[in-house]
């Protein structure tokens, strides 16, 4: 399967059709479809579907076929993503202190786990900068205060667009982005040290300690004006015993966040994360 | 979504146009699709997949559909099932002397878990037949020793064909199918209280003890002529400790058996698994 | 180990000496521990215990052994509660319309799995009556309304009084206990249908439906005055996903919810379970 | 906690006032234990206890301990470990090509997760000499044919001699060690992948996919001089379905690989683990 492959992501209204109408597009061109995957939300009247193609053999050349699928699109009110399997988005990962995410990352790219360029660590300290550049990465410090905070969202943006980055991954960087930093820079993912909702902003582990809870969590989502509450790609547990101190859930956690925001990761670069309203449809 | 839907479920050589040609039947008749998955399993060169439509609108009459597919699949080698939603599949429960399955098959049945009747209750033992009673279910004791398990297996078959049993559950009934009941009845799903394939054969609760494992599992399976090598539908597992003596293995693992057989019952009676090989799709 | 034995659970502010001067109490006068465990909470300055020991050839007689430890326990500062195998406690499984936690623990009662006495079923609703009928057990009805809960919470504690009642089991009682009866009444668990802290109050599954998790929970604790907000005993969750409805979320969480609620009060009725401020010590 | 502890890892021949003598001990002298745990095998009649206490105002110097304790423990006939938490044991891991679980356990190393020294890594291959220079470790290569096996064997104890090595972890070393080998170095951890006894022997995740099981695993045990048989110290595992090809097995392997060998790793460097027979008790 190494051939590369073309993947539409598409949402609109559900109605009889949609998906002889889309499967027929693939076909009349002479693709093969090798995942095809689709869910109705029938509360939202919405049809969500993800379909993966080779390329080889495939009559309309890449350039063509955003154009063409439009003219179906269209009518049917979809919105949809193309994307092609042997283009590699650009990743910038930001991070602050911690470095457990930033290694495991590295490390899942370099391992070819992640089909995508890191070209860019950005920090708001600068005590990773070791590992940028044992990896060889370029990495930029902005520092935060209140004070500086906008002018700081201005320098990175401008870093992303001159990095050409296409997703930012939040790999425990503890500074909130601004509502105007999103809308202008709305692809960014989010590792949260809890089980969200539970625990949504600081010290998430402090206070699951303090209540006394037997599990733990992790959630990676994409990021939204609203702290914490943007759409959920994905979560999981670790069981937790009242032998373990705060030190003890930060541990645990570390290992569940590193997983947790690989995952989420892996499934947004392979296109398998579709968000509605504030759910995810996660084509796994 | 209460309204009667079909389903098919296919399988056949791989090749493009696959989704198209089955999307197009749905689509050409007037139907709705509201579940469609596929798989591709390309080492074998299958495709294999689940389409569900509402039979609500759709133009075909439903003692006409199959052979209508039939005039589709043939070209193309593939073999198929079609259900229909609302022919409630007739279960029959076999058990020995563990009720544990048993209580929950009937009450998931009776909560409307499970969509099936249960009409027949069989055991090798008389201990449970006032469970049966309780719930108004059928009850047949057939004893079985070496020497009148042929006749006994007779007796058996019989009563699948008197009560139109589509599917068996062999809910801890501690005997073997001999390969000939199987190649007569081939419908059967068992629990095996082990992770397999580890601990196949007896007393697997007793050698995970001494095996010192960290973790039991429970596994649900079609049952074939080769003891516990059937195709695998589900598996759960529990973690375990040096304190869990034998006992506690087989408390913990009655949870995870209860369990692992009503989800892969479930799934089959949704018609979400497919079998090729000795594999499993489950379109869950 | 089906000989009976007695068990000390114990808290006390934490000093060297400790376990010496409570195991020296138990082998001075000639009785063989069979399980010891303990806790200190370094934070909280307090030690935790729990020692399990054979009464057979244990020279002190039954009723007198709560005296001799009060001579070591009031030096301590020691609270303390003292439990024997074979005095089966009388508990009282209180429900609404739901019944797969009212059957499980009915069933698991009679398997063996919950060494206690089950002679009450109480509800606000008419509905489960039958269950209790057909397991023999006395179940009384008492219909809440905002006028008559008072009244009814009343009659509730005269029934736990005259039943000789040592432990309540909301097992799904979908109404809340007022201050006063908790203070009159301390002794209840209660399942809650979410992982707590997320999802606290009513819905939970609608909720997490809505936030899009995908992961639920279900958390038994104790119940203090604060709505689900005492100490927790035992959680545990399930994976879903974009494909599960409400519906199929409250299925799953049937399955959490008694698995969840069973272990805990297991795990109560073994003496296991020691509480301090909102925390629970769980002796597995 | 931070001030050094002594711990003693006990087993014995179950017998009344265990705890008691074990206790005293530690209290006559003026300690102050931390933590204390046993297990009793009734079926193997025998007593095993973890003690741990704070050296600061012990009244015995660290060199009498042993002595002191010995005139306890051989009237029991007990076997005993005693341990020290600030020396600081001295880890080889060992590897073949894959770098994960390499990178992991120095990950943790640093991170302070493993208190431990790493100052060697052997391999029969080169390729991992890059990850040892990173980290500033001494990297040895030793590579093995069944020719030279005998020869290298014998300069791999070699080297665990000269650098005091307390611990090999075999951290993906492909390679069989002789019964010889571990008969001169009893000392060994292993991370074998799958959960055993399942695909024990070689290419599990091959295997696994062909039995098309649902959940896959991986296993920490100490190396004994059956392959893949010693004592389990820690499992874990994790779902797959029929979309992973073996390719994904590998990949989600990896990540169980990593997480179970550390947690086995630490639990032994915390003298957590104690083996008894073929099985451990692990007082976590």
């Given amino acids: ?33 090798i995942h095809a995957d689709q869910h109705t939300d029938f509360l939202a009247g919405l049809f969500l579907t993800r379909i993966e193609w080779q390329l080889e053999g495939f009559n309309l050349p890449r350039d063509i076929i955003g154009a063409a699928f439009r003219a179906i699109a269209q009518p049917l009110n979809a919105t949809w993503q193309l994307h092609f399997s042997d283009a590699l988005p650009r990743l910038a990962v930001w991070v602050s202190q911690q470095d457990h995410c930033l290694y495991d990352l590295l490390w899942r790219q370099r391992a070819g786990e992640l089909q995508a360029e890191i070209p860019l660590i950005l920090s ?102 609203d702290l914490d509450e943007g759409p959920i790609i994905e979560q999981d547990v670790v069981r937790v015993s009242h032998r373990d101190q705060v030190a003890d859930l930060i541990r645990k956690g570390k290992d569940l966040e590193r997983m947790v925001l690989a995952r989420a990761v892996r499934l947004h670069l392979q296109n398998r994360v579709l968000v509605y309203g504030n759910r995810t449809v996660v084509f796994a």
């Fill in 1 to 33: 399967m190494s051939s590369p492959t073309a993947t539409l992501l598409i949402s609109c209204p559900d109605q009889p059709g949609l998906v002889a109408k889309m499967a027929n597009f693939i076909y009349a061109n002479g693709g093969n479809i």
């Fill in 124 to 225: 708001n300290h600068s005590k990773l900068a070791p590992i940028a550049e044992q990896f060889g990465i370029d990495f930029h410090h902005l520092p935060i205060t209140p004070e500086t905070k906008a002018a700081q969202e201005a320098q990175q943006l401008q870093l992303l667009h001159d990095y050409r980055i296409d997703l930012v991954v939040l790999a425990k960087y503890m500074q909130v982005l601004t509502a105007d930093f999103i809308h202008t820079f709305p692809s960014v993912i989010n590792i949260h040290h809890s089980f969200l909702p539970a625990f949504a902003g600081a010290n998430p582990y402090q206070r699951a300690y303090e209540r006394g809870v037997k599990i733990i969590g992790a959630t990676a989502h994409y990021v939204t004006q």
